[in-house]
């Protein structure tokens, strides 16, 4: 359904004050967000640009010897399956967030704040399957119910079922802007979703997502992954017409989304802005306070979509989502991961009646709407297991619960790195704890030293990886840490005094 720009946008006025109105009321309902305290980005910034000018402060090579010591004698179960992958799989692994030195490990069990692996060793996960298990890993309330539905119906019928149904609503509960909400299978699709809804919508092309933020792997916003600025450097295999309207900002940078949507008005306009609302890659590059409104009144002047990535943010932040947490209405919302509890097919979209209602099913519909699908979309199981983890979430407040851990974590490691006057910049936004040990992520492309920096940062930041490991000890790539409910003092404590053990040996 394309749609008159005009008409589209005081439709889009209109609801967006709705939808603002419902959500701060929302907001306020349920104080219990995650983030007791918000960073000072600015502060923030200056650290991790300091942390960037000195110089690497490494693990010695005894250390690292001695790690690798450790996998040679404590992990050859892993080793051995990680060498028949190699055989099979291209390149050995399928996890992108895999730890992969000197090989990936493979796990066995997972419980709680815990993994174990195949030869028997348990470590603490920070990792918690890249965010969507904030009870904890494979929490039995929801097992149970997810077993229940498998002995009536099996995982999917390619039917209308109740959890379906149960879902959408409790999401709407939670989050009243999102008004309509079509289940997908991945956070990957939910993007593609978005897009293709707001192009239909506004009837306008360009998109726009902020340098460093992943919005997954669809052709149209691998873009300036990672690092801000790399365009489509991590494009391969994507024909450069895909990525012809999309656009990439500076993170943090409203008067450059001004900038930018006023010179896309000459070429037909902005259909949606995409943002992760707590800054790209989780708040890797963390958004200043005022931004996510900034973001939402430029949209409405240009008569842009707004869309809120929320695969990471959505119920981890709370139940409000970042959107409640922020008191910023967007038009569309991407939801991933928590959607379906920490169980596979974890994707989707919502948001406005009007702009979802282009979707609307059906055989008949040809040229009026936009096409999505998928086999296993929206299946029982998936709908079950997201609806059950929603409730438990919010009947435990694991959101707040997981945002104390994070604290914790997060302050904990704040004393370890200046009781060793180690350049290390720790912070959080609750449950979501970034640790930059080499600040490679932060390093600028325009600094005439950024090729030769490159390389060495982020060596060191995959030996902190492997070393925190071999203590006991998974992260996200070793500069993410997901807390969960399950994170007692106990378990954060053990944390803790695996990571000194791996700042002990830091060169000087
Ligand atoms: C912010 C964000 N958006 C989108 C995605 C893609 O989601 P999925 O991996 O389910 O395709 C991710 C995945 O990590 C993400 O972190």
């Not at 293709?196 to 669809?218: L, N, P």
């Not at 009007?354 to 999505?372: I, K």
């Not at 009947?395 to 006057?421: F, M, N, S, V």
């Amino acid at each position: 359904m394309a749609a008159d720009a005009t008409a589209a946008q005081t439709a889009v006025a209109v609801a967006v004050e709705t939808a603002r109105a419902e959500t701060a009321a929302a907001g306020a309902a349920r104080a219990a967000y995650a983030i007791s305290q918000y960073p000072d980005v600015p502060a923030l910034e200056a650290r991790l640009q300091r942390l960037v000018r000195s110089p690497l402060r490494d693990l010695p090579a005894e250390a690292l010897e001695r790690y690798h010591a450790w996998y040679e004698t404590h992990a050859a179960g892993s080793k051995a399956l990680a060498a028949e992958a190699q055989r099979y799989i291209p390149g050995g692994v399928q996890h992108n967030l895999a730890l992969n030195e000197p090989w990936p490990l493979a796990v066995a069990a997972a419980e709680g704040a815990y993994l174990t692996d195949v030869d028997g060793n348990r470590y603490v996960d920070f990792l918690q399957a890249g965010g969507p298990t904030v009870l904890g890993s494979n929490y039995a309330p929801v097992r149970e119910k997810v077993l229940e539905l498998l002995a009536s119906c099996g995982p999917v019928t390619g039917l209308l079922h109740e959890y379906e149904v149960r879902l959408a609503k409790l999401i709407h509960d939670f989050m009243p802007g999102v008004q309509r909400f079509r289940m997908l299978g991945s956070g990957t699709e939910g993007v593609m979703a978005a897009v293709r809804a707001a192009r239909a919508f506004t009837g306008k092309a360009h998109i726009v997502k902020i340098g460093g933020a992943y919005h997954g792997w669809s052709d149209q916003v691998v873009y300036g992954l990672r690092i801000p600025g790399t365009g489509s450097l991590e494009a391969t295999g994507i024909p450069k017409g895909a990525l012809e309207r999309t656009h990439e900002l500076a993170p943090g940078d409203p008067a450059a989304l001004a900038a930018l949507l006023e010179k896309l008005e000459a070429d037909g306009g902005t259909a949606a802005v995409i943002v992760e609302p707590v800054g790209p890659e989780s708040g890797t590059y963390p958004a200043p306070r005022g931004y996510n409104a900034a973001v939402r009144e430029l949209c409405d002047r240009h008569g842009a979509l707004l869309v809120f990535d929320e695969v990471v943010t959505g119920f981890r932040l709370g139940m409000g989502g970042a959107q409640g947490y922020y008191g910023v209405a967007p038009d569309l919302t991407v939801f991933g991961k928590c959607v379906a509890g920490g169980y596979p097919a974890a994707g989707g979209v919502g948001g406005r009646q009007e702009v979802m209602d282009v979707f609307a099913g059906g055989l008949t519909a040809a040229g009026q709407r936009a096409f999505v699908g998928g086999t296993l979309s929206a299946n029982p199981l998936s709908c079950a297991a997201g609806y059950h983890a929603l409730l438990e979430m919010d009947r435990t407040g694991a959101p707040a619960k997981a945002g104390a851990a994070g604290d914790r974590l997060r302050a904990g490691l704040e004393a370890l790195i200046a009781a060793r006057a180690l350049p290390y910049v720790v912070y959080n936004f609750g449950s979501i704890v970034h640790l930059h040990t080499s600040g490679v992520l932060h390093l600028r492309l325009e600094d005439p030293d950024f090729f030769t920096e490159l390389g060495p940062r982020k060596d060191t930041l995959e030996h902190m990886s492997t070393a925190f490991a071999a203590e006991g000890v998974i992260t996200l790539a070793g500069s993410r840490l997901y807390t969960s409910m399950a994170d007692t003092d106990e378990v954060l404590d053990e944390a803790l005094a695996a990571f000194d053990r791996v700042f002990a040996q830091v060169q000087a």
